[in-house]
């Protein structure tokens, strides 16, 4: 303690004797006369003196990078962005609806109706329309709790174009549960359809508008950036997706709505979000060139046309492998009747370590390869049964 004082009565004693001047007083002048300089110079040179004032209007600064990188830090003005969404949304607002469905509920309590609100994609000017197959397909029961309740189909679905107080009846025309795609179409010609991105080319960090019906509130428009892209989700139903993910605020009604880029082409189908405590900006939408095929189909078809070889397996890891002293790969724990399996001669029990020359360890590897190709072709496959291996081949058909 005795120390501490002898501190604090040295450093007073020698604040007295003109501390004050040398510490406080000669650096404020001295701050004032450099500040007065270096402001006087600037705004005494036209050019640095408009750029001072414009980036000063603008509230943010520019710079120029001189490394490798070669970033474009270069200032934009907020008007330029304000424009840029104000023209995205011209163009792509005309080519968005909204999609009312109603349901019938059957529950212990007797039959009633119910009502939701999803979106839509004009995709050609005489009526068809894209949206997600949840939008319209929610059938559904539940028998797990005291609460029964069982959810139909849509019985209605209805739809309202841009500035058009009519309501117009939908018909489906086609839906599909694994890519959660559908088509409808109203008897309706002249609609503006909307023009189609390429999302094979869409980079993180550009601009992505969402555009749709959330909550029922039609033409609504909210921005961002892609946040990501081939971001591979898992939904509660352990449905797989490859999806943009986006900060664009998306929910519930924005589903089946489109997610444009800054020339006002669609990139995305808005699908997904993820919701609860401490979740934000996180949206998820189709990429668009991966539906251009089933689109057709499901135009041409009224359905999807997939390969399909007839088995359920279980992946054999290295561990299972080595502790029952068999081989990685898909163990078949089920062979489905008259199937292209069952033809082939695969049974349960057999090991198929891969698949035209490729390896495979689970059932998406499988499906990978079986995926590219149509039905009627022929997959190879090497197999392990009972301690040797056998080659056969599978001729692929349309799954049921």
């Known amino acids: 303690m005795e120390e501490d004082k002898s501190f604090k009565s040295v450093s007073m004693k020698n604040y007295n004797k003109g501390g004050m001047f040398r510490i406080i007083i000669i650096p404020f002048i001295s701050g004032i006369i450099g500040a007065s300089l270096v402001i006087g110079t600037v705004f005494g040179v036209p050019k640095l003196r408009e750029t001072i004032i414009e980036n000063k209007d603008l509230g943010i600064t520019s710079s120029e990078s001189s490394d490798s990188t070669k970033l474009n830090t270069t200032a ?5 962005y304000s424009e840029t969404a104000m023209g995205v949304a011209e163009k792509v607002l005309p080519s968005i609806v909204g999609i009312e469905i109603e349901y019938k509920v059957s529950s212990f309590f007797g039959n009633s109706t119910a009502k939701a609100t999803g979106s839509g994609i004009v995709i050609s000017e005489d009526g068809y329309i894209l949206t997600n197959n949840h939008v319209i397909s929610t059938g559904t029961t539940n ?5 029964y309740y069982q959810v139909s189909d849509a019985v209605s679905v209805k739809v309202k174009l841009y500035n058009d107080e009519t309501v117009y009846d939908a018909e489906i025309i086609g839906k599909d549960d694994e890519t959660d795609l559908a088509v409808i179409k109203i008897d309706k010609t002249g609609l503006t359809a909307a023009e189609l991105g390429d999302s094979n080319s869409v980079k993180v960090g550009e601009f992505a508008m969402a555009v749709g019906n959330p909550l029922g509130l039609s033409s609504s428009i909210s921005a961002g950036i892609v946040s990501a892209v081939n971001r591979e989700i898992t939904t509660t139903d352990n449905e797989k997706y490859v999806v943009i993910q986006t900060d664009a605020a998306i ?10 880029n800054s020339k006002g082409q669609v990139i995305g189908i808005n699908t997904l979000k993820l919701s609860g405590d401490g979740v934000e900006g996180l949206g998820f939408a189709i990429p668009i060139s991966s539906t251009t095929d089933i689109v057709k189909q499901l135009m041409e078809n ?6 399909y070889i007839g088995i359920g397996g279980t992946e054999v890891t290295e561990e299972m492998a080595k502790q029952y002293k068999v081989v990685e790969g898909v163990l078949v724990q089920e062979v489905e009747d008259f199937t292209a399996a069952q033809k082939a001669g695969i049974k349960p029990g057999d090991i198929i370590t891969e698949v035209e020359g490729k390896e495979v360890h689970n059932v998406d590897d499988i499906n990978e390869i079986k995926n590219k190709c149509n039905v009627g072709d022929k997959l190879k496959m090497k197999i392990y049964r009972d301690g040797d291996y056998i080659d056969v081949e599978v001729t692929l058909q349309e799954k049921p």
Do not use: D, E, F, H
């Open 302 to 307: 009224k359905k999807v046309i997939r390969p």
């Open 76 to 80: 934009i003005s907020l008007q330029g």
């Open 143 to 147: 028998t797990t709790s005291s609460m």
């Open 251 to 260: 929910n519930a009604g924005n589903s089946g709505g489109a997610l444009v």
